[in-house]
């Protein structure tokens, strides 16, 4: 048996809040589970789901896991997710065919998101 990624889930102190962002980014659709507890926003087909739950108090420090995304057009990538709220913290590269912005969401979880050809040297 095999097991499959369902969701990435995320603490917050005010889940539906968080839930409608990301809903926003990814354009994905905020299931209720339990509102004001638990929700999800869903993804297309063959993509996991984000969950957020609520703590009360959340983790603090460093990530040890966050989500990577990948798109063609890093830099309009970076000025959407921006706009929308997300904090640039970081960038880096691996030659120049691959590079990645770090980003904070509004609870300051981080996410990568890069742009480059993925498949370079496979």
Request: proline residues 7%; negative net charge.
């Amino acid at each position: 048996m095999a097991l499959s990624v369902e969701n990435i889930t995320f603490d917050s102190a005010d889940p539906d809040r968080l839930a409608e962002w990301w809903a926003r980014v990814v354009d994905g659709t905020v299931n209720a589970l339990a509102p004001g507890f638990f929700l999800t926003v869903s993804r297309p087909a063959g993509s996991p789901g984000l969950a957020f739950q609520k703590v009360d108090d959340p983790t603090p420090g460093k990530n040890r896991v966050h989500v990577d995304f990948h798109v063609a057009d890093l830099e309009s990538e970076v000025a959407r997710l921006v706009d929308l709220g997300a904090v640039e913290t970081g960038r880096g590269e691996a030659g120049p065919e691959f590079r990645w912005v770090v980003f904070a969401d509004p609870d300051g979880n981080a996410f990568c998101v890069a742009g480059g050809d993925l498949s370079a040297g496979t």
